[in-house]
């Protein structure tokens, strides 16, 4: 499939009502619904597993260290592009164009399923902006996921609200073969180079995790096109992390550090969650003041590696994964050989949960005002 939006229209639309058995990667219902969060170290008091743990700092503390004194090995592997991986055991998408790196098959799928009910948990909501679940309620709405993978979000909202139209957007290659998995329509696009969909289609536009996908220089662009497909009123949901982990030991140092540099070189925004409330604030500037977003809210929220309940183990067990599929390129780039990147992994886990090391997601949502 190539990368041409030109020649991509948007597909005819089919109302996402479809048997919940073409969903093979589905997820029990009482999975999205709030769960006590006893990790939201942003609003509550952390879980002290040992009481001589220093306080938790607040979420806005600046990167801890710089990540100018990682060493970079490997030039060639910093630059690594999914069109690069010989041994193919792995599926990936096919933008030439494109600088993601994660692999679009189902064994990639399982950890943003993970990943998924991890964040529900954090935020302890599906939908965070609270103003469209009114409008989700209605048969004439409709929600685009940007970046949608498989559809787990769009299945779960789904699931919730029964009513709206769901629509999702991918550069992965596989979508054709997903698009018969999701409940939703997903069509193939390139979000950096522009959506397949008219201007004013969406009530509600979400999207989630592209940090490791979108040039910083770019960011503003994106959000832009969001608004762009969103219809005078509606509502755009955006959620990133801040490739920091706090309270790290030197294993979790070595490793966050040298990824954060390389997509620190690659141009991407390591710190995409903190900074969306003002790639937000410039569509008024970029759009000559006929798009503006209003009503911004941000909620910042921390999860503990490893430690904290549930959800710290699921975020363990997400960042091992993302790690261990990073092997392709990240153990060149530090200089190691596979055994010792394998063995830097195993002291990752336990240094983050005798630390109590934390990272912070970011959601921010507002609305869409055109003049
Ligand atoms: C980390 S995954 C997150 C998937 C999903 N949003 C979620 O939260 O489960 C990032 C997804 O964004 C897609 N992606 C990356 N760059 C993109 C782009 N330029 N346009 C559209 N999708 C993109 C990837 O193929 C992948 O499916």
């Known amino acids: ?72 090995n490997d030039e060639d592997a910093v630059y690594w592009h999914p069109s690069q991986d010989e041994s ?60 949608c993978a498989m559809g787990t979000w769009l299945d779960a909202v789904y699931r919730i609200y029964l009513n ?42 979400h999207q989630r995790l592209l940090f490791t996908g979108v040039p910083k220089a770019k960011w503003p662009a994106v959000v832009a ?4 497909v969103t219809k005078h009123g509606g509502w755009i949901q955006m ?4 490739m920091v982990t706090y309270r790290q030991g030197p294993s979790s140092k070595m490793l966050g550090e040298t990824f954060a540099a390389m997509l620190d070189k690659r141009g991407m925004d390591i710190r995409a969650g903190t900074n969306l409330v003002g790639y937000m604030n410039e569509v008024a500037t970029s759009s000559g003041g006929s798009v503006r977003l209003t009503n911004i809210t941000q909620k910042t929220v921390s999860c503990p590696l490893g430690w904290g309940g549930k959800v710290g183990e699921l975020f363990l067990q997400d960042s091992e994964k993302a790690v261990m599929t990073m092997k392709t390129f990240l153990p060149k780039i530090m200089g190691l050989s596979n055994e010792a990147y394998d063995d830097l992994v195993g002291e990752f886990k336990s240094e983050c949960v005798r630390n109590q090391s934390f990272g912070n997601f970011t959601c921010v949502y507002a609305q869409v005002i055109k003049n």
């Not at 939201?40 to 100018?68: E, F, G, M, Q």
């Not at 709206?164 to 950096?192: R, T």
């Open 1 to 72: 499939m190539g990368n041409d939006l030109s020649k991509l229209s948007p597909k005819g639309v089919i109302h996402a009502i479809r048997t919940r058995s073409q969903r093979k990667t589905q997820t029990p219902p009482q999975s999205i619904k709030a769960q006590s969060v006893t990790s939201n170290l942003a609003s509550s008091p952390a879980p002290t597993p040992n009481p001589a743990s220093t306080p938790l700092p607040p979420v806005s503390v600046a990167r801890p260290s710089a990540i100018d004194g990682a060493v970079l």
């Open 88 to 147: 193919s055991d792995r599926e990936y998408h096919k933008v030439e164009t494109s600088d993601y790196f994660l692999p679009s098959d189902m064994q990639e799928q399982s950890r943003l399923d993970l990943q998924h009910h991890m964040l529900v948990m954090l935020f302890k909501d599906l939908i965070i902006c609270t103003p469209v679940k009114q409008i989700l309620t209605k048969k004439s709405t409709k929600v685009l996921d940007v970046g």
């Open 239 to 242: 959620l990133e992390y801040d």
């Open 225 to 228: 096109e969001l608004a762009r």
């Open 164 to 205: 709206p139209e769901y629509h999702g957007v991918d550069i992965a290659d596989e979508l054709n073969q997903w698009d018969k998995m999701s409940l939703a329509k997903c069509v193939f696009g390139n979000v950096l180079e522009g959506l397949p969909y008219e201007d004013n289609t969406f009530n509600f536009v």
